[in-house]
T-cell receptor, first 108, second 115 residues
């Protein structure tokens, strides 16, 4: 099956710092999405980004489908950005394969 | 922005009982999904549903589970005879189309605790 690898597995940032999260996948995909899981376990949709670049406030993401990776950027991080960031890819039929996530802790 | 709504946010049930997790997908979406995340593990696909029938299901989705769209707005996951290992976060998702090239919207989840 498809492999979805995220790095780094853990990240600790000082408030105000920037970060880059990476997602590598092993096969061509129809769809790629980024999610933030907050400390209460809730899953928050961040980006639908099968290719190209998108920005939403302090967050942005880029997917280079031909090279099978996606990057998510957080600028000027805040404590509320803490949680786990998941990348998920979809091959077809709506079945997503999730990565193991990057656990982000932003300290004041 | 439209949301997928899941209720309740947290449900506690006794082992052996039946539970129904509820989801209200985005109104013009046609494809519906359930996912599960056991604590500390990956989010895993359970089932996809379209046109009032199951499109795909994973090996996790055995006879203990069933899904239903009882009316035009709700999408439910029923778990019969719950076991301790069914404790997990359950996420509902919907999309306007299937087969990729569409954004999928996930709900914030229901935490199921089986005691």
């Amino acid at each position: 099956g498809i492999q979805v690898e995220q790095s780094p597995p853990d990240l600790i940032l000082q408030e105000g710092a920037n970060s880059t999260l990476r997602c590598n996948f092993s096969d061509s995909v129809n769809n790629l999405q980024w999610f933030h899981q907050n400390p209460w376990g809730q899953l928050i949709n961040l980006f639908y980004i099968p290719s190209g670049t998108k920005q939403n406030g302090r967050l942005s993401a880029t997917t280079v489908a031909t090279e099978r990776y996606s990057l998510s950027y957080i600028s000027s991080s805040q404590t509320t950005d803490s949680g786990v960031y998941f990348c998920a890819v979809e091959l077809g039929g709506g079945q997503f394969y999730f990565g193991t996530g990057t656990s982000l802790t932003v300290i004041p | 922005e439209p949301e997928v709504t899941q209720t309740p946010s947290h449900q506690v049930t006794q082992m052996g009982q039946e539970v129904i997790l509820r989801c209200v997908p985005i109104s013009n979406h046609l494809y519906f999904y359930w996912y599960r995340q056991i604590l500390g593990q990956k989010v895993e696909f359970l089932v996809s549903f379209y046109n009032n029938e199951i499109s795909e299901k994973s090996e996790i989705f055995d006879d203990q589970f069933s899904v239903e769209r009882p009316d035009g707005s709700n999408f439910t996951l029923k778990i019969r005879s719950t076991k301790l290992e069914d404790s997990a976060m359950y996420f509902c998702a919907s999309s306007p189309g299937g087969g990729g090239h569409y954004g999928y919207t996930f709900g914030s989840g229901t935490r199921l605790t089986v005691v």
